[in-house]
Every structure is written in structure tokens, then in C-alpha cells.
């Protein structure tokens, strides 16, 4: 648990509330979280969802990992402090998406359980839908776009996950997505699917 260094603060509840944008928007607030390994397929699947979405009416956006490293979490590294503190303050900040009714989408590594339970807490139950990105690691490697597991097999980057720190999947994700055998546009059809069984998007038909 994180401790609160600010004192005399106090929260302020606004004059709209969420089901008032909500219904401008004609949707639900969602957070989709995407876990899995470097390289296997969680920003590719984030972002062509988002698409499909928009295409659709909706109002989505990706909260990419190492776009938000570029900005809200620069001074965070990759230890296992800082992994848990990067994905405390996603998780806030996902909060206030769905707050926003906006269908959020997050793509991030998040190699921890406890982790991403954490954050399932923050957003809160039937807000958040775990989305395990299951690729094989041989899969991950040959693909391996940023060269990141050729430097982690020559040492020259510690702690890299799924070479020499851990990575921890899910008990009970929402879905479970292996990119070696779906393609990004099967996947986020069936996304597009599970967002409507939770009636957070409307069918294409309404």
C-alpha cells in the first residue's frame, strides 16, 4: 500500500456524474488490461481494438507502456519497486478514464499478480477486464521488434522478464489470446464481443 504524503486534501465530487457522461457518450467506461510478455502482441491487439471501436462510434483510448514511461512515469524504472509503483499510478489514472466513460485499453508488461490484482481493486470489479496475451516466448523472441531479448540472452539487460525475472499469469483472466494463433483483427472482434456481453458497447445494429 502506497502512503499518502499529502495532508489537508479532500476529495471533490463534481456536478455530473458518471452515468450522465456515460449517456452522452452512449457507452460504459472500461478498463481492458493487457499483460504478457515483451513482444507478444499487447499494444498491436491494444491499438487495432481502439480502431475498431472508434469505427464503431465509440470514444476509446491506449494508455501504451512505453508511452507513458516517456511522460507520467520517466522517473521509474524496472525494478520491482518501481514495476508495482508504474502500475499503481496506470491503474489510478484508468480509474479516472472509466470514470470519463471512456473505454480505456492499457498495454503493459505488468509481469506481477499481485500487481495487476491490485489494480483490478482500483478500478473496481465489472469495470476491469483482464486480457492475457498468452504467445509463446520461442514466438515473442523471433518477433522480437526492439531487440530487447537478444540483449537480455547476452546479459546485457538484467532482470529482463521471461529470461531472468518472472512472469506471473493469470489465475482467472477475462480472456486468454495466444497472437501466434489469432490475428489482431480476430482478437479484437472477439474483444469487441466481450465488451458488448458486459454491456459496455452497444451492438452494431442499435
Not at 471533490?12 to 515483451?38: D, N
Not at 469495470?127 to 520461442?138: G, I, Q
Request: glycine residues 10%; charged residues 30%; hydrophobic residues 35%.
Amino acid at each position: 500500500m502506497t502512503n499518502m504524503k499529502a495532508t489537508n486534501i479532500t476529495w471533490h465530487e463534481g456536478h455530473v456524474g458518471r452515468e450522465e457522461r456515460e449517456k452522452l457518450l452512449s457507452q460504459k467506461g472500461a478498463l481492458i488490461w493487457f499483460t504478457g510478455l515483451s513482444a507478444s502482441g499487447k499494444s498491436t491487439i491494444a491499438y487495432t481494438l481502439e480502431h475498431a471501436l472508434v469505427q464503431r462510434g465509440h470514444l476509446a483510448y491506449v494508455l501504451d507502456g512505453d508511452n507513458i514511461r516517456h511522460g507520467l512515469n520517466k522517473n521509474l524504472g524496472f525494478s520491482a519497486e518501481d514495476r508495482k509503483e508504474n502500475i499503481r499510478r496506470i491503474a489510478e489514472v484508468g480509474k479516472l478514464f472509466v470514470d470519463t466513460g471512456v473505454v480505456t485499453l492499457t498495454a503493459f508488461i505488468s509481469p506481477y499478480r499481485g500487481d495487476r490484482d491490485a489494480a483490478r481493486e482500483t478500478v473496481g470489479e465489472g469495470n476491469f477486464f483482464e486480457v492475457f496475451c498468452d504467445t509463446p516466448l520461442a514466438v515473442c523472441e523471433d518477433r522480437d521488434p526492439k531487440g530487447l531479448y537478444k540483449k537480455a540472452r547476452a546479459g546485457e539487460i538484467k532482470g529482463f522478464t521471461g529470461i531472468d525475472d518472472p512472469y506471473e499469469a493469470p489465475n482467472k483472466p477475462e480472456m486468454v489470446i495466444d497472437t501466434s494463433k489469432m490475428s489482431p483483427q480476430e482478437a479484437a472482434i472477439s474483444l469487441c464481443d466481450m465488451l458488448q456481453e458486459a454491456g459496455k458497447i452497444k451492438p452494431i445494429s442499435e
